[in-house]
């Protein structure tokens, strides 16, 4: 997760002790709990596969007691509620209120059409910390996007009750083929709406969209997607608006708007710098991890088709520290096992091979390098640049050899 708002004006912003500073040994993960796989929408690229009835062997609320109170134990700092949709399972408010008792703060990830005022109102008094609403374009497209005619106006309902009471909402935007193009209406969108924070998500190729990588952006297109994000941001700013403005689940953004940064801002440029080192790219399986409806453990929300344990038959803790399941150990030592373009990639401390389900889904291999880098070879330090601008190719890099810079340059004289 990536604040361009944070780059571009360099103020405080609730994520940061989670995001931009060393995280103490003793702080456990971030943990996404998709809490029911139930949801009254369809949406094309849900990665969870959400289906229409509950099903019975979803944790109880028993269990899902007792793995908050090992969460809690954990020193788990957040939990996010998702799904499906969070707000059909019967016991969420229950829940989410055990949680804030035990010292977590609750978030959750809602489609919002479920959001009447009184909703907002038990969300506030629960304490719970964020409400991210999936909005995925305006009107019709959103509507396509997640198969239920009227979901737009739904949930732009939800986050106006979230709004009208001081409840802390903000848009979830997934970045298709289908609705890029409406961007600039988001940011109209959350400036009409007083809404102060939206994140912008990369498609990942998992769950139902599995099979959507030709749904995804080319090169090209994400480096205009990320230009006109910075440029909204930077016009936000200048006026004095404090909205926050994020882009997710692709770390490659980071060093493309370090290096914009660079040119303009040198001075900033090295303060971001810091940032991103300590935020360390990629985190999956070492500051977030997933848990789902059956209490199975994964890397996290996208990596469901990798299971590290079962909370019914250990502790989620115990679970989440053995290293002897190899993708677990892996990914909280990835850099010896990275190939191609993300072995050899000179930013490589930055993006951490950035995002595993994406190589795996179009490769087969878990640790190949992520195609939804939009980086060039030239970015990346690798032989020279080859195509135009925002293209890339994978180069045949032996795994291991460039985790750093100056591997990076070794590869380049070789």
Avoid at 149 to 163: S, Y
Avoid at 173 to 188: G, L, P, Q, V
Avoid at 330 to 357: E, S, T, V
Wanted: net charge positive; charged share 25%.
């Amino acid at each position: 997760m990536l604040s361009i708002s944070k780059i571009v004006s360099g103020r405080r912003e609730a994520g940061d002790s989670l995001r931009y500073h060393r995280r103490p040994k003793a702080l456990g993960p971030v943990v996404v709990w998709n809490s029911t796989r139930i949801c009254n929408l369809k949406c094309k690229h849900c990665y969870a596969s959400a289906v229409t009835r509950r099903d019975p062997d979803e944790l109880t609320t028993a269990e899902a007691r007792r793995l908050i109170d090992d969460l809690a134990a954990a020193h788990v700092p957040v939990l996010l509620f998702s799904g499906g949709e969070p707000l059909l399972r019967p016991d969420f408010y229950e829940l989410a209120g055990y949680a804030r008792g035990k010292g977590l703060r609750p978030v959750i990830s809602t489609n919002g059409t479920l959001i009447t005022r009184e909703v907002a109102w038990k969300l506030k008094q629960l304490g719970v910390g964020y409400v991210g609403v999936s909005i995925d374009g305006i009107r019709e497209t959103n509507d396509r996007i997640r198969g239920f005619d009227g979901a737009f106006e739904a949930a732009l309902e939800g986050i106006r009750h979230c709004v009208a009471i001081g409840q802390r909402v903000g848009l979830r935007f997934t970045i298709t083929r289908y609705n890029y193009r409406e961007i600039d209406s988001i940011f109209d969108l959350i400036e009409a709406e007083q809404v102060n924070r939206v994140c912008f998500y990369h498609l990942v190729y998992s769950g139902r969209g599995k099979g959507l990588k030709e749904q995804d952006l080319t090169p090209k297109e994400k480096r205009e997607v990320l230009d006109l994000i910075y440029a909204r941001t930077v016009d936000l700013c200048a006026r004095g608006l404090e909205k926050e403005i994020l882009t997710v689940d692709n770390h490659a953004d980071a060093v493309y708007i370090y290096l914009k940064l660079k040119q303009e801002d040198p001075d900033r440029a090295a303060a971001v710098w810091e940032w991103l080192q300590n935020a360390g790219g990629n985190r999956s399986g070492i500051a977030i991890g997933a848990v789902d409806w059956y209490g199975n453990v994964h890397p996290d929300q996208f990596t469901m088709n990798h299971t590290l344990g079962n909370v019914r038959e250990r502790k989620f803790s115990e679970i989440w520290n053995d290293t002897t399941n190899p993708i677990m150990a892996g990914l909280k030592n990835r850099k010896l096992l990275l190939r191609g373009r993300c072995a050899a990639c000179r930013w490589l401390d930055i993006c951490n091979g950035n995002f595993r389900p994406r190589a795996e889904a179009v490769t087969g291999d878990f640790w190949a390098s992520d195609p939804a880098c939009y980086l060039t070879d030239a970015e990346i330090g690798l032989l020279k640049e080859r195509g135009n601008p925002g293209e890339n190719t994978d180069a045949q890099v032996a795994p291991g050899t460039g985790n750093t810079a100056l591997g990076a340059r070794d590869v380049a004289r070789a």
